[in-house]
């Protein structure tokens, strides 16, 4: 077929997974979201067998836990998206990260020094993400 013809189309040329530091970042958030959803699992089931057992608190540890296990859930697609140079990716990070510093800093102190270095993780990797910005479709 020629390239003027209308059922002629370019090859679909996508830029390999990201490498170097952006590569690595995103690689360790990805491992991490997975292991953090396995352990919250693990923990919301201990907190069900409690409150079961009628443990004052257990119910509503369970419920919180379930409600974080969703949230990684969702990191773990948006950062998949960024894996896969998708725009939507960097947004959905963005906006769990300034969720994040929302409800931490409306928390205990030690939320709060967790919400402040989840917020410089996703400071730098937009950082990274800037520079390769034309690279994402």
């Known amino acids: 077929m020629q390239p003027d013809s209308p ?16 590569g690595l ?5 990805l491992v991490g979201s997975v292991f953090f959803i396995v352990l919250l699992i693990i923990a919301a089931g201990l907190m069900q067998r409690l409150a079961a057992q009628g443990v ?9 836990l ?7 859930t969702l990191e773990l697609v948006f950062v998949t998206g960024i894996w ?3 725009k939507w990716g960097v947004y959905g990070v963005a906006l769990l990260s300034v969720f994040g510093v929302v409800v931490g800093l ?13 917020l410089v993780f996703d400071v730098l990797l937009m950082l990274l993400i800037a520079a390769r910005w034309t690279d994402f479709e």
Do not use: I, N
């Open 7 to 22: 059922l002629w189309r370019a090859p679909d040329v996508r830029p390999p997974p990201p490498r170097g530091a952006l």
């Open 25 to 29: 970042l995103v690689g360790l958030r």
């Open 56 to 64: 004052d608190g257990a119910a509503a540890a369970h419920k919180k």
């Open 66 to 72: 379930l409600f974080l296990t969703f949230l990684v």
């Open 84 to 86: 896969m140079w998708k």
């Open 106 to 118: 409306s928390g205990t102190a030690m939320s709060k020094v967790g919400s402040m270095t989840g």
